[in-house]
């Protein structure tokens, strides 16, 4: 992964140099705030969603094409092949070097992403436990197995703190907290992020009405399928992405390779990916909802970007 620099690092990262933080549930516009801010503040961007890390993966993850990134460098895209497992620890080093690089440069960073944990990895105090192949790969295969309600009971009874924290139908938290409890024999409560900023920022979250967001999902759905998503998830295969442990899982890949491998029909691909879609949706907004620092602001709005100027201006009335 590009970049380099220990977890936790923020050299260079003090008052005026804070980061804005662009975050929410899928297909609130998130991408398109970061570059709107970043454009009016005079910053680049930085991904924090885990699947805009991998090359290739550009229609399903709805990542920002160079014409629409209108001239403002963009980093931690493009950085991991499928094959590939994304490691939060090392894009925690990564995403930190870039943010204090681009605070070396005079420039404003602008993280924009939708993945909880790496937002978290990125600006919070957080030490990221170990990992262990063998060891996740045998909680994984009682996911596959029990099911996540199940695991989730496990969890319960070993790390109620833990279990409180994480809904019982994420499947991959779930395994990751035991993973950690088994490597370290301690609560993974105790390694979960605290809500203490190690990188000073400027949070705002884009929120939408459920119905709104609803139809803003299948309308993508619909485009990602216009758009050759197929034809992607085609290519992809051959590059190794059903052999990648995090790629092959992600909504829209996983059901077209269903369908490439001939486990479902292509409506039926369609309908669950905008189902599995939505229920992210969710999971992404009950995770952020929980953070009292972020200002929320509505998605779609036709003033959005200056409602957001203002309220990072309010934050940071040097800016």
């Known amino acids: 992964m590009a970049g380099t620099g ?13 980061v ?20 009016a503040l005079g910053g680049e961007v930085v991904n ?6 991998y090359r290739g993966m550009d229609i399903g ?5 160079p014409a629409e990134r209108r001239g403002i460098p963009h980093h931690q895209l493009d950085v991991l092949d499928v094959s590939e497992e994304a490691s939060v620890a090392a894009y925690q080093r990564a995403a930190r070097a870039d943010l204090t690089a ?41 996911l596959d197995e029990e099911g996540s309600p199940a695991l989730h009971a496990r969890l319960a009874d070993v790390d109620p703190v833990a279990a409180a924290a994480i809904l019982p139908g994420n499947g991959r938290r779930v395994v990751r907290a035991l993973e950690v409890i088994e490597l370290t024999g301690r609560p993974f409560s105790a390694v979960m992020p605290t809500g203490e900023y190690a990188v000073p920022a400027v949070q705002l979250g884009l929120v939408a009405a459920r119905e709104v967001l609803d139809g803003r999902i299948d309308a993508r759905v619909d485009r990602m399928w216009a758009a050759g998503l ?23 890949y ?3 390779l269903d369908l490439l491998d001939g486990r479902c029909t292509d409506a039926e691909a369609r ?7 939505r229920r992210l949706a969710r999971r992404q907004e009950s995770w952020f909802r929980r953070d009292p620092r972020i200002t929320w602001l509505p998605a779609g709005a036709p003033d959005l970007v200056e409602r957001a100027l203002d309220a990072v201006r309010a934050a940071l009335p040097v800016v």
Not at 6 to 18: C, P, V
Not at 238 to 250: H, M, P, V
């Open 271 to 277: 309908a669950d990916t905008a189902r599995a879609t």
């Open 48 to 53: 924090a969603d885990a699947l805009q890390l």
């Open 230 to 252: 197929v034809e992607e998830v085609r290519g992809l295969a051959d590059r190794g992405l059903r052999e990648g442990r995090t790629a092959s899982r992600a909504l829209g």
């Open 102 to 142: 681009i605070a070396a440069r005079g420039a404003r960073a602008v993280l924009a992403g939708g993945s909880g944990l790496y937002v978290r990895a990125a600006l919070d105090r957080l030490d990221i436990p170990p990992t262990d192949a063998a060891v996740r790969a045998r909680w994984q295969d009682r």
């Open 254 to 256: 996983a059901q077209v």
């Open 61 to 65: 993850t709805a990542k920002l094409t």
């Open 20 to 39: 804005i933080a662009v975050v929410g549930s899928t297909a609130t516009g998130k991408s398109d705030l970061a570059v709107a801010l970043a454009l």
């Open 6 to 18: 220990a977890a936790g690092t923020t050299a260079g990262l003090t008052t005026g140099a804070e």
